[in-house]
């Protein structure tokens, strides 16, 4: 497929002229006189480079660059081949400038090197997720039941079926996630994350979709959404319960046909993701009651695979536990004695891998000098015996002081699931979140 250009000049025979001058090249070139007809083109196409003529009858380089130069590499062209001109260009955001009279084989130099440079971009951020996401997706433990997502994952990874993960706060069902995309036949293409409860419903649906420039106050300019950096890979929508109707609507048409629109916008697109979900709520129970649509819960739950909890699976605490000492140690790792290995296996883990990871490193920072972990390290385990809750304060607390208190008292002892949480205190998760956000908890 031919690159695509934009040359953006009102001289509408130099227009003309570096636009044949591009085609033979082997370029896609589209040409358009003024800021104006450019904002109407890139509504209908998304070029791989723009060429901008310094100076426009209804707006000017300067004005231009501070809204493009995020989104597309810019040569700009001037007619005043002053340096100050071309730093000032470069420093607003412009990939590189030529000066006119243009010089065709600068032109077609400066263009390629221009591109080349934005691909190598591209992969450069590729290369770093993928490495990234290689190092976070090590499945530890070689319990049956870790053996058999593992199979569900290689067996999922062999088509682009849609695929539901379940399992509570903190098992990792991110990192079931990000096996799966790399075991795909999409793994070169990026694997897009999206946590589905932490925006408010209008700024997700933004993140998702993406927007036009001016869709709403702050848009100021166009903005890709997360379904659209996903082409070609996998888009990741972790705890999708949490969603709302609106965008629930709107996510099921993308993943009937794949189409959808940006906010504020009347041109439909389309993108080539492939489609994860993951949740720690029983969205079969909330489909029947009407909290979730029942036709997007069969969409997504063509495939699932259910990600045990840890006390399902605690022949695998050994492992994790070395990882985890690994994984923190700049140095040589500590050793964990038999009976603190024996407290780590006799404890529920309510927040699961996520809350042993926690509880590990905490650990060690407490025996930094024994260089061995052992029950005096472990004392903050909470044991089967205690389960009450106390709160203690200085003086008599205002409301908001016990509601905190009670909240991170419930959160910690629930190792941070906000599930179990809203269920002891009597309230919808969504709640939960939003007092965790006042409160810093």
């Known amino acids: 497929m031919k690159q695509s250009l934009l040359v953006v000049d009102d001289d509408a025979i130099f227009n003309g002229l570096l636009r044949r001058q591009l085609e033979g090249m082997g370029f896609a070139a589209t040409g358009v006189g003024s800021w104006a007809a450019a904002r109407a083109a890139l509504k209908e ?11 426009l009858p209804d707006a000017d380089a300067a004005e231009i660059l501070p809204e493009l130069s995020g989104q597309y590499p810019i040569i700009v062209l001037t007619g005043f081949g002053s340096i100050r001109n071309a730093v000032n260009v470069i420093r607003q955001g412009a990939a590189d400038y030529l000066t006119k009279p243009v010089n065709l084989d600068e032109l077609e130099l400066t263009v390629r090197r221009v591109l080349e440079n934005a691909q190598l971009k591209q992969s450069n951020q590729y290369y770093r997720a993928r490495l990234s996401s290689r190092n976070a997706s090590n499945l530890i433990g070689d319990s ?13 990874a062999a088509n682009d079926t849609t695929v539901l993960i379940l399992g509570e706060s903190g098992t990792g069902k991110e990192m079931v996630a990000r096996a799966l995309h790399e075991r795909s036949n999409r793994s070169s293409g990026d694997l897009v994350v999206v946590d589905s409860c932490g925006l408010q419903e ?3 649906e933004s993140e998702l979709f993406g927007h036009e420039r001016g869709a709403f106050t702050g848009a100021e300019r166009r903005k890709k959404g997360l379904i659209e ?3 070609g890979g996998t888009l990741f929508l972790d705890e999708i319960g949490d969603i709302g109707p609106a965008i629930q609507a709107k996510l099921l048409r993308v993943l009937e046909n794949g189409s959808f629109r940006r906010v504020g916008a009347t041109k439909t697109l389309s993108s080539d993701a492939r489609f994860i979900a993951a949740t720690n709520q029983d969205l079969a129970s909330m489909s029947r009651d009407g909290r979730f649509r029942g036709d997007l819960y069969f969409r997504l739950s063509r495939f699932v695979i259910t990600v045990p909890p840890l006390r399902e699976r605690r022949e695998d605490i050994p492992s994790l536990v070395r990882h985890f000492l690994t994984q923190f140690s700049r140095v040589a790792p500590p050793s964990i004695s038999s009976m603190g290995m024996d407290i780590l296996l006799a404890y529920d883990w309510p927040g699961n891998v996520r809350e042993l990871r926690n509880a590990v490193e905490r650990a060690m920072m407490l025996a930094p000098a024994t260089h ?17 809750l106390t709160l203690r304060f200085a003086g008599e607390p205002s409301l908001e002081q016990i509601e905190e208190s009670y909240l991170r008292q419930v959160l910690s002892r629930h190792g941070g699931n906000r599930q179990k949480t809203a269920s002891v205190l009597g309230i919808s998760e969504r709640h939960v979140y939003r007092l965790i956000e006042k409160y810093g908890a």
């Open 144 to 156: 049956a039941a870790m053996n058999d997502v593992r199979t569900m994952i290689d067996a999922a």
């Open 229 to 231: 950096e996903a082409n």
């Open 45 to 55: 196409f998304e070029p791989h480079a723009i060429i901008l003529d310094f100076k």
């Open 202 to 204: 209008s700024l997700f």
């Open 372 to 388: 061995e972990i052992g029950p005096a390290h472990l004392s903050f385990i909470r044991r089967g015996d205690d389960t009450g």
